[in-house]
């Protein structure tokens, strides 16, 4: 029986993360995602039977240790963690409620510290293995209306050039993408057209082509905006 390359996915069960999930499916890997709602994952489930699929809120630190055991129990070490699950709330730090900022850093950085470091351990015994952070075009660019959004995912950034620096001498390479607007459930109710925005399957094509590169190479932070520019 031929081993299959896994990949975990954060927050997969829609948008960015699920558009990865299909296209590594594809490619037959063995899938394995989480998202809080069951059944987006079992849509997501039914649309590929092998997928793995776990309910999951990645703001919870201890839920995110809790998955990770199970995770390394069933696959050992992972080819490919991809750090995706994440949530925009609007917010100015000056006005909004505490309550934002502790969610956005929960939900967008806690998760991808806490689930780079539970699922790590094996990576580095087998001295192998890929870490993709989905950071956005707010990590590097200040938007005055998602505060704390911008905050998380600066530090993000920050998370996937630390990590890739320290671990080099593991051959774990951490590749940081950062998308502009991309056609998913955050834009719901938008009015802008279609073409504004960056297909989601161009994402996950990005994603998959910087995984399958030799290694000898990283792609280490890739900005990817809409043609027209950002929104
Ligand atoms: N869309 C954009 O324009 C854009 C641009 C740049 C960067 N990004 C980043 O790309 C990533 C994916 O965004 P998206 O646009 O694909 O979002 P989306 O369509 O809203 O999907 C978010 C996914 O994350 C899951 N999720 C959210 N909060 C979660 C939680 N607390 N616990 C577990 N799962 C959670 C959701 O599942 P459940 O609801 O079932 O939990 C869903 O599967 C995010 O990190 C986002 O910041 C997006």
């Known amino acids: ?28 890997y063995q899938v394995i995602i989480c998202g809080r709602n069951p059944d987006r994952l079992h849509i997501a489930q039914q649309k590929m039977p092998e997928i793995d699929t776990y309910v999951c ?8 240790k ?5 995770i390394i129990r069933k696959y050992g070490a992972l080819d490919i963690l991809i ?9 100015q730090v000056h006005t909004e409620p505490d309550t934002v900022f502790e969610q956005m850093i929960a939900t967008n950085l806690n998760s991808a510290y806490y689930f780079t470091k539970s699922l790590l351990p094996p990576m580095i015994a087998q001295k192998s ?9 707010a990590s590097i660019k200040a938007y005055p209306n998602g505060g704390s959004y911008t905050i998380s995912k600066f530090a993000m950034l920050g998370l996937g050039k630390v990590l890739r620096e320290e671990m080099k001498p593991y051959g774990i390479r951490v590749i940081n993408i950062l998308p502009g607007a991309v ?3 955050s834009w719901a109710g938008t009015t802008l057209p279609e073409s504004r925005f960056i297909p989601v399957e161009d994402v996950a094509e990005i994603v998959q082509m910087s995984c399958m590169l030799s290694n000898r190479t990283v792609v280490e932070d890739i900005v990817v905006r809409p043609f027209e520019g950002d929104l």
């Open 129 to 137: 293995g890929t870490i993709v952070n989905i950071c956005s075009i």
């Open 83 to 91: 750090n995706n699950g994440g949530a925009f709330q609007p917010g």
């Open 57 to 64: 809120d990645i703001s919870d630190k201890e839920a995110v």
């Open 1 to 28: 029986m031929t081993h299959k390359l896994s990949v975990f996915i954060s927050g997969a069960s829609a948008g960015i993360g699920l558009a990865v999930a299909e296209r590594f499916y594809s490619q037959g």
């Open 183 to 185: 056609l998913t459930d």
């Open 66 to 70: 809790a998955l990770s055991e199970i």
